[in-house]
Every structure is written in C-alpha cells, then in structure tokens.
C-alpha cells in the first residue's frame, strides 16, 4: 500500500516563497504520476503539477507555471514543491497523489493515493 505524508506549507505574506514535501513509501519498482493538488473552500480541487518518476516530465497549471516548480528525490522517494511569488489564489490545502502509470502523466490523470494535505495561505 502506497502511503505519502506531505510535510512543509504554512503561512507567507504575498510575494513569499514556500516549500511543501511529500514522502512517499510502499512504492513499487514502476513508474508513477506523482502530483501535488490543492483546493480552497469554495473552489473544485485543482491539479497544481505532476511529475513522471521515469524520466522527470513535468507539467504544470497554467496559473502557477513559471512560479511552482515540482521535483524529485529519487533515492529518498521524498517529491517536492518549491512555492515562489505566492498570491492570495494560492491558498489551499496541498495534497500529494500518484498512480502507477506506463507512460502518460499529466494533469488530468486521476491519482490513486492521496496524502492528508497540508495548508498553504497567503496574505496579501
């Protein structure tokens, strides 16, 4: 059973920087989509990024692309979301997922394992 425990977020005034981590254990030998979401009260859960464990592809929501960026630490099966110039919308609790994929990893795919959340907020 894939288990993923995020860790970091918090609170930062506009224009911050936060990092959220996610620990992933029980993972098999395969490949796997691995993502961060958010959703804020109000609003439809969102796909923030992902990343394909094979290769490191990355793809991003619009909103946050050039602002997020995800990574990995394949050794220590540990992926991160590195948070810069945060606004307001950014605020959300942050849940890390994956799913075991061949190939196709991007936004729209639907995770399997889901980690607990962690809050982001942003003040302005």
């Known amino acids: 059973e894939v288990q993923l425990v995020e860790s970091g977020g918090g609170s930062v005034q506009a224009g911050g920087s936060l990092s959220v981590s996610c620990a992933a254990s029980?993972?098999?030998?395969?490949?796997?989509?691995m993502g961060w979401f958010r959703r804020s009260p109000g609003k439809e859960r969102e796909a923030v990024a992902v990343?394909?464990?094979?290769?490191?592809?990355?793809q991003y929501l619009s909103s946050v692309r050039g602002r997020f960026t995800i990574s990995q630490d394949s050794e220590k099966n540990i992926l991160h979301l590195e948070m810069s110039a945060l606004t307001p919308e950014d605020t959300a609790t942050y849940y890390c997922?994956?799913?075991?994929?061949?190939?196709?990893?991007?936004?729209?795919?639907?995770?399997?394992?889901w980690g607990q959340g962690t809050q982001v907020t942003v003040s302005s």
């Open positions: 029980g993972m098999s030998g395969g490949a796997y989509c």
């Open positions: 990343l394909f464990t094979r290769d490191g592809r990355t």
């Open positions: 997922a994956a799913r075991e994929v061949n190939n196709r990893c991007t936004l729209d795919r639907t995770p399997r394992y």
